[in-house]
């Protein structure tokens, strides 16, 4: 009688994965179908956090006062003559802070983890810049003609953005914080968790079934 163990059963041959562009679909086309909606709404919250940021620069920018005389408008005190520089640094701070508060939050957002989110806050910065931007100035617009005539009225400098430049530091900072955390992310799918029902690719990563394979090995 043959002692030798026998051989075990030769496993299914590789499947090689298709490769996207040889007609097999992009993979993450269902992702960003399934993130789709959060994208939005992280684009309007982050547009919303402009309008914040808007008020926040309109209440803390600097700003000179002037009495308007009948030589014309005479300061009041002693103005700083950089006060302009010191409005685009109060904006640049706040777009600043905006930037990274929104890329750790997107990328706290684990389900959602991907290109959309990528994405989303892109775009949501830009629009955020963009509405804090307008809303500053508007509410900062400056006196009036009619208020210029009138003597003995004192008014205050309109708050004005000398850099549009500024207006890129907001995005610049979110994607960069949250590439950074994704290239500090060893997992490949950035530990975000699979959807229900979810059946890997061919080729792909089989989890692993402990009691399946005893009960084949018995």
């Known amino acids: ?18 490769r996207w562009g040889a007609g097999a679909p992009w993979s993450g086309r269902a992702e960003l179908r399934a993130d789709l909606r959060a994208s939005l709404v992280l684009t309007g ?9 808007g008020l926040l620069w309109w ?13 014309g408008p005479v300061p009041v005190g002693r103005p ?15 777009l600043a802070a905006l930037g990274l508060v929104a890329g750790l939050v997107a990328w ?7 290109v959309a989110t990528v994405l989303a806050l892109a775009v949501g910065t830009v629009l955020a810049s963009l509405a804090a931007w307008q809303l500053g100035e508007l509410l900062g617009a400056g006196p009036s003609p009619a208020e210029l005539a009138a003597v003995g009225t004192r008014v205050i400098t309109p708050l004005r953005l000398g850099s549009p430049a500024a207006l890129a530091v907001a995005p610049f ?3 960069l914080g949250y590439v950074a955390a994704t290239l500090l992310t060893a997992a490949e799918d950035l530990d975000r968790p699979d959807p229900a029902g979810y059946v890997p690719l061919a080729g792909g990563p089989r989890p692993a079934v402990p009691a399946i394979e005893g009960a084949l090995r018995s």
């Not at 163990?5 to 299914?12: E, K, Y």
């Open 1 to 18: 009688m043959d002692t030798r163990p026998a051989a075990a059963p030769a496993g299914p041959p590789p499947v090689r994965p298709a």
């Open 45 to 53: 919250v982050l547009a919303l956090a402009g309008v914040a940021a």
């Open 59 to 71: 209440v803390l920018a600097p700003r000179a006062t002037f009495e308007v005389t009948a030589d």
């Open 80 to 94: 700083s003559p950089e006060l302009s520089i010191a409005d685009d640094g109060v904006f640049t701070l706040l």
């Open 108 to 114: 706290r957002l684990r389900r959602r983890r991907g």
């Open 173 to 175: 900072l979110a994607v």
